[in-house]
């Protein structure tokens, strides 16, 4: 695939008006990489397209190529709908429990709110997976910060992760356990990346409501590049302290 047809409309039209000013003379890794991430391959694709014996075949034959990747990408994205069964979309808990089941290496979840989520959370238990969960713990409501966290620790064990297992580990928002006030924030992302390759984004909460009979709507995308974006921010939040861990994996 040519890598000019997976960039985003903003860096396409950024390289247009580089080339316009002369920017791009000559298009070099170095000066391509400062409008677009991937300067080498970039550059490579610039140069093999102005060094084309028929420029206007081979600017067709990249605009046919683009036209081929926005047909193949809704075959990539599925809507995920609960609600009354209008045919337009799987069900949530069924996309759920089968990206948790079907899952080989990794599994990250964020959630904002759980109820009874043992059987949900059922196949994430398993020893050959890594499994990370960002989860809103709530208010502290007067508490000391670790004692909150560890009731709510104590809690999902009980109610929510599969009994006599390890529990996976877990992050959380602690500004989450400020209480109500301009200082005050929560968890609030609902999904689900597995295996570093589909991406599940929901307004769905991990609740038996949720999942199975609120009027919820989400997108699956089997995309390892979203993927991986997605497991980039939540890591990058982890390297910036933003949030905290409450459980390491095996606790």
Same mark, same amino acid.
């Given at each position: 695939?040519?890598?000019?047809?997976?960039?985003?409309?903003?860096?396409?039209?950024?390289?247009?008006?580089?080339?316009?000013?002369? %920017?791009?003379?000559?298009?070099?890794?170095?000066?391509?990489?400062?409008?677009?991430?991937? &300067?080498?391959?970039?550059?490579?694709?610039?140069?093999?397209?102005?060094?084309?014996?028929?420029?206007?075949?081979?600017?067709?034959?990249?605009?046919? #190529?683009?036209?081929?990747?926005?047909?193949?990408?809704?075959?990539?994205? #599925?809507?995920?709908?609960?609600?009354?069964?209008?045919?337009?979309?799987?069900?949530? &808990?069924?996309?759920?429990?089968? /990206?948790?089941? #079907?899952?080989?290496?990794?599994?990250?979840?964020?959630?904002?709110?759980?109820?009874?989520?043992?059987? /949900?959370?059922?196949? +994430?238990?398993?020893? @050959?997976?890594?499994?990370?969960?960002? /989860?809103?713990?709530? #208010?502290?409501?007067?508490? $000391?910060?670790? @004692?909150?966290?560890?009731?709510?620790?104590?809690?999902?064990?009980?109610?929510?992760?599969?009994?006599?297992?390890?529990?996976?580990?877990?992050?959380?928002?602690?500004?989450?356990?400020?209480?109500?006030? $301009?200082?005050?924030?929560?968890?609030?992302?609902?999904?689900?990346?597995?295996?570093? %390759?589909? +991406?599940?984004?929901?307004?769905?909460?991990?609740?038996?409501?949720?999942?199975?009979?609120?009027? @919820?709507?989400?997108?699956?995308?089997?995309? $390892?590049?979203?993927?991986?974006?997605?497991?980039?921010?939540?890591?990058?939040?982890?390297? @910036?302290?933003?949030?905290? /861990?409450?459980?390491?994996?095996?606790?």
């Amino acid at each position: 695939m040519n890598p000019l047809v997976t960039l985003g409309a903003s860096e396409l039209r950024a390289l247009a008006t580089a080339a316009v000013d002369g %920017r791009l003379d000559p298009a070099t890794p170095g000066v391509v990489g400062r409008f677009a991430a991937d &300067g080498a391959s970039i550059a490579k694709a610039l140069g093999e397209l102005t060094a084309s014996a028929s420029p206007v075949a081979a600017a067709l034959t990249l605009l046919a #190529e683009a036209a081929e990747r926005r047909a193949a990408v809704e075959n990539l994205v #599925e809507l995920v709908l609960t609600g009354p069964n209008t045919g337009t979309g799987r069900d949530t &808990g069924i996309v759920v429990r089968q /990206l948790f089941r #079907e899952a080989r290496k990794s599994v990250w979840v964020c959630g904002y709110n759980l109820y009874n989520a043992r059987d /949900l959370f059922a196949d +994430l238990a398993r020893p @050959e997976l890594t499994v990370r969960m960002l /989860l809103d713990i709530g #208010e502290a409501k007067g508490q $000391p910060d670790n @004692e909150a966290v560890q009731d709510f620790l104590d809690d999902f064990r009980r109610r929510h992760w599969p009994e006599g297992k390890a529990l996976p580990e877990i992050w959380y928002e602690p500004l989450s356990l400020v209480s109500h006030g $301009p200082q005050r924030a929560v968890a609030h992302a609902k999904c689900v990346v597995a295996d570093n %390759r589909y +991406l599940f984004v929901s307004s769905a909460n991990f609740t038996e409501a949720s999942q199975n009979r609120n009027l @919820e709507a989400g997108i699956l995308v089997d995309s $390892p590049m979203l993927a991986a974006k997605m497991v980039e921010f939540l890591g990058g939040l982890i390297r @910036e302290r933003r949030v905290r /861990l409450a459980a390491s994996a095996n606790h």
